[in-house]
């Protein structure tokens, strides 16, 4: 089912003349693309202000409970966010490398600009 899909959207779509709108995608890489842009950024959101939010309804909760010895508001601003951060980069590097890879996109160069660049030196 893959190589069907890689085939349908390598033969039948031109990615480099498809116009780019982010709210009205037009090739299938793009929407793909966004939804997972989409999806992490979420994820993005819920991570960084979750916690502060959660805080400020229920402070003396989040303050009374502790974690690792810090309580748990702080740990999860402190490290959490910073940590969530680190992953949500991770998993979109890896996302995005399976998407290039089933739509079959090279991010190596051209033959033209190596020689451009070897007629500059």
Do not use: C
């Amino acid at each position: 089912m893959e190589q069907s899909k890689r085939s349908d959207t390598n033969n039948s779509v031109n990615y480099l003349e498809s116009k780019v709108n982010i709210f009205a995608p037009s090739t299938p890489f793009m929407r793909e693309h966004l939804k997972v842009i989409w999806w992490l950024f979420a994820a993005w959101v819920a991570i960084v202000f979750g916690p502060v939010t959660v805080t400020f309804f229920i402070p003396e909760i989040m303050a009374n409970i502790t974690f690792l010895g810090f309580p748990l508001h702080y740990f999860l601003t402190a490290i959490g966010g910073p940590l969530g951060a680190l992953i949500l980069s991770f998993i979109y590097a890896r996302k995005r490398d399976q998407m290039d890879e089933r739509y079959d996109i090279q991010h190596t160069a051209g033959p033209e600009s190596i020689a451009t660049k070897k007629g500059t030196e």
